[in-house]
């Protein structure tokens, strides 16, 4: 028998959205990004392959501190991740011994789930409201670290600003707020990391940025707090190819705040005509919508869809078994969605 830890064998695994190994699908199944990042973001990636022989900067300095300039903090209170799930990861294991206590929503990001149990983590989980939305704080006394993620997925709503400030206070451990969409909306919470001294706040660049390929993600907080989840991180854990994109995708602001824009605009014209296709959608703050069919069953218009090579994202949780997510893509491919989808509600 294989010494394989009672939670790593109790645990189902993280399932991802489906990556197809081929390319004529319509991917609208894990919130890339539909528009690349500008061409001259690979101007010195060749200088940068040369270098492959050698190590990578271990603390990921350039990219740090360009992030610290665009989001305002400085260079000793960021934590750059392997994506924002190696953040994620990496609060876990700073901040909860295996069998204390991680609080989360439900539903919200799976992966919280997965990563508490493989560190055998007590979990408890405060459900949402009929509206996925929060009727009051999220509290758990006992919790040394809750995940929040606000835009919360799969509703793509920020969670209420009130609560979330109540639930920063009166927790006793650690609150990271997973931000992960956030730049497809009008809010943030940077001002909760000056006020709370237990506040960290996660980004990405996989979604807003268009790097979701190269695995780039942020822990903003105190420089107390980083330099404790500084010591837990894999010694290299950004490569050097993903720290320069990283670094160089920060010089493009504009352009990056014009996709969002696009996506923002795209979102509302998704949402409007869906719901004109008799769907019951929610709004959103992120680059994904959650949309329940009420003329078929959302898992047999997610397979329905995928024979005409579009892809959704459905998903098997109860809460949720009547809904489809939709990420939000170029026109033309959102376009392509709603005839494939007026086509099969004609047929139905
Ligand atoms: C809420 C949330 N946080 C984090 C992530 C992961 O981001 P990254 O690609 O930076 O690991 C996702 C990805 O889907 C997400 O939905």
Redesign the pocket.
């Known amino acids: 028998m294989l010494p394989i830890r009672d939670c790593v064998q109790q645990t189902p695994g993280y399932v991802p ?1 489906e990556q197809p190994q081929t390319t004529d699908y319509i991917k609208l199944n ?2 890339e990004n539909p528009y690349a990042p500008p061409d001259e973001i690979f101007n010195n990636l060749e200088e940068e392959l040369k270098k492959v022989r050698l190590y990578p900067d271990p603390v990921s300095t350039k990219l740090r501190k360009a992030a610290g300039e665009v989001f305002g903090f400085s260079y000793e209170q960021i934590l750059a ?8 990861n990496i609060a876990l294991r700073t901040f909860v011994n295996p069998g204390e206590t991680v609080a989360f929503l439900d539903p ?2 799976s ?1 919280y789930e997965t990563i508490a149990k493989v560190h055998g983590a007590t979990i408890k989980t405060i459900s949402t409201n009929e509206k996925f939305e929060l009727d009051s704080p999220l509290i758990c006394p006992e919790a040394k670290l809750i995940f929040v ?1 606000s ?3 799969p509703l793509g709503k920020h969670l209420n600003r009130k609560y979330l400030k109540e639930t920063c206070e009166k927790a006793t451990g650690v609150v990271l707020i ?4 956030v730049d497809f909306s009008d809010e943030d919470h940077w001002e909760f990391i000056k006020e709370y001294d237990n506040v960290i706040v ?6 807003s940025y268009s790097l ?1 390929g190269m ?3 942020f822990g903003i907080s105190s420089p107390e707090i980083i330099e404790e989840m500084n010591k837990v991180r894999d010694s290299y854990n950004l490569d050097r190819i993903a720290q320069t994109l990283g670094t160089n995708c920060f010089q493009f602001e504009d352009y990056f705040k014009g996709i969002w824009q696009q996506v923002r605009s795209t979102r509302n014209r998704l949402i409007a005509s869906l719901r004109n296709l008799d769907f019951f959608v929610f709004d959103s703050d992120a680059n994904f919508v959650l949309a329940s069919p009420q003329w078929i069953e959302a898992s047999n218009l997610y397979t329905k869809l995928k024979e005409r090579k579009v892809l959704v994202r459905y998903f098997k949780h109860p809460r949720i078994s009547n809904y489809v997510r939709i990420t939000v893509g170029t026109d033309a491919e959102i376009d392509r969605l709603l005839e494939v989808v007026e086509q099969l509600k004609n047929e139905s």
């Open positions: 959205g894990t919130n991740g392997n994506g924002s799930d190696d953040i994620l919200t990001y992966l993620a835009p919360n997925p997973d931000e992960a969409y996660s980004r990405t660049m996989s979604k979701a695995r780039v993600g």
